[in-house]
């Protein structure tokens, strides 16, 4: 499976942005998908994750902010940033893994998103 990450981009604090992952084929057979991202000098963190029933996860600095959510019939899914913050400035990657996976086995190239104060 290969994953397209796009919709990154420069906004300023307070706004929005919509990142869209595109999977080469049926992510319904992935039981997770899920948007991480990495800052400059710091770990890559998992931001949300969204499995094949629809239940989310959220880290808790974006919880009220973000929706992940995720359409099978165009093999895509949506990170929903709003509310924008200087710190959620990072690479965003969208991620997937099969039922039974315990870590994610395929990841897109990454879109990068700049929040400014």
């Known amino acids: 499976v290969q994953l397209q990450a796009s919709g990154g981009g420069l906004v300023q604090a307070g706004g929005s942005l919509r990142l869209s992952c595109a999977a080469s084929?049926?992510?319904?057979?992935?039981?997770?998908m899920g948007w991480y991202r990495q800052a400059p000098g710091k770990l890559r963190e998992l931001v949300a994750s969204?499995?094949?029933?629809?239940?989310?996860n959220y880290r808790d600095s974006v919880k009220g902010r973000f929706t992940i959510s995720r359409d099978n019939a165009k093999n895509t899914v949506y990170l929903q940033m709003n509310s924008l913050r200087p710190d959620d400035t990072a690479v965003y990657y969208c991620?997937?893994?099969?039922?039974?996976?315990?870590?994610?086995?395929?990841w897109g190239q990454g879109t990068l998103v700049t929040v400014s104060s």
């Open positions: 991620a997937g893994r099969r039922l039974g996976r315990s870590s994610y086995e395929y």
């Open positions: 969204i499995n094949t029933g629809g239940s989310t």
């Open positions: 084929e049926s992510i319904f057979r992935l039981n997770a």
